[in-house]
């Protein structure tokens, strides 16, 4: 898909020419692999007379990092230890740019300035949120990775489903989670997997602990797969033993109606505030209002959290192709809690509304 990346560049080039800068540095891991196909450790791109990707070292040509665009010049450093970004600069000022558009959100402070004094007639332009931006909207073919990486996921917690699951603790779940998605094709963890028992459960971010799964505990589980560069998320929750408690029931009702009112929401055009309501009422309707997580949900992509984010002040609109999580949360303090979260992709009603990745049941299993 060469034709892809350059495409894109081409959009960035663009934004950059409107903005009064003719070349832009790319330093930003995930907006490299966007704009390049590939980011090796360090690796930066310079967008002006000639594209090209600058590394510290020679491309690795693994997964994790991607493959180079064949159309795209690739040059390594001639020393260890130099800096790809600084480097950049100096070739920009040496193919005439008066100015470079840099991801000032990105840059330390003293990398800014290093850029500065190896160039100081280049005036250094902020290049923003700008690749970030392009990213929002997914092609069909970033969609597909992310529907892969569903699969793998949903593949890794049906089989851990499956075992014998008490007396083992937190971490070992986690682990073993992250086994089997490696197992079953990912590049890797789209972030470090969550596994809660008892009253951890329904954490969010809980990290894994060694505390042992007991009969009547709630067991909440949180993990996503890596495919080529994109990460999905999925979290569900379940109880260990043969019948659930009437307040877990009565929670994870609750819970899994905020879940859906969320879902239900997400349609182009829709404000990512609506969404996040949509789901925060439900919850306060039970009598949650205490303690939530700050948003409902967020994009996923070339990283686990990317724009938008569905939250209470959230500014902006839903576009089609854009894919998010809905993962709302109760977690009582002493007693443990429900968390259930889903990777879609927003889609028109004439498409048949947003479509579910993540397809593992949300039924209050018993296991």
């Not at 390049?36 to 040509?61: Q, R, Y």
């Not at 929670?251 to 969320?262: E, I, W």
Request: a negative charge; hydrophobic letters at 40%; charged letters at 25%.
């Amino acid at each position: 898909m060469p034709e892809v990346y350059a495409t894109r560049r081409e959009r960035l080039r663009e934004r950059c020419t409107a903005g009064g800068s003719a070349a832009a540095l790319v330093t930003r891991p995930a907006n490299v692999r966007y704009l390049a196909g590939a980011a090796p450790f360090g690796a930066v791109l310079l967008l002006g007379g000639e594209d090209m990707l600058l590394c510290a070292g020679p491309p690795s040509g693994e997964a994790t990092e991607g493959r180079p665009d064949e159309a795209l010049e690739v040059r390594v450093l001639p020393r260890a230890g130099g800096d790809p970004a600084v480097a950049a600069a100096g070739l920009a000022a040496d193919q005439g740019a008066e100015s470079l558009a840099v991801e000032e959100h990105h840059l330390t402070v003293t990398r800014h300035r290093a850029l500065g004094s190896v160039a100081p007639r280049l005036r250094l332009a902020d290049l923003g949120g700008a690749v970030e931006q392009l990213r929002v909207i997914k092609d069909e073919e970033e969609i597909s990775a992310l529907r892969i990486g569903a699969e793998i996921a949903d593949q890794a917690l049906g089989e851990l489903l499956e075992s014998i699951l008490v007396g083992r603790t937190e971490r070992h779940l986690a682990l073993e989670l992250e086994r089997r998605l490696v197992d079953h094709g990912a590049d890797g963890p789209a972030f470090a997997t969550s596994v809660g028992t008892g009253p951890n459960s329904g954490r969010r971010g809980h990290r894994p602990t060694d505390r042992r799964v007991e009969e009547g505990d709630f067991l909440s589980v949180c993990l996503g797969a890596t495919y080529r560069g994109y990460r999905c998320e999925i979290g569900r929750t379940f109880v260990i033993g043969t019948s659930p408690a009437d307040w877990q029931i009565e929670l994870y009702d609750l819970v899994f109606a905020a879940q859906r009112a969320g879902r239900e929401a997400l349609a182009p055009g829709a404000a990512y505030r609506d969404v996040d309501r949509a789901a925060r009422q439900v919850l306060d309707s039970g009598g949650h209002t205490e303690g939530l997580p700050p948003l409902t949900g967020h994009g996923v992509g070339l990283e686990i959290d990317e724009d938008p984010q569905l939250a209470p002040a959230a500014m902006g609109k839903l576009d089609a192709c854009v894919p998010v999580t809905v993962e709302p949360g109760v977690h009582l303090p002493g007693r443990g809690g429900v968390r259930i979260d889903d990777t879609l992709v927003v889609r028109p009603e004439a498409d048949g509304g947003p479509e579910l990745l993540t397809i593992t049941t949300k039924e209050l299993l018993a296991l």
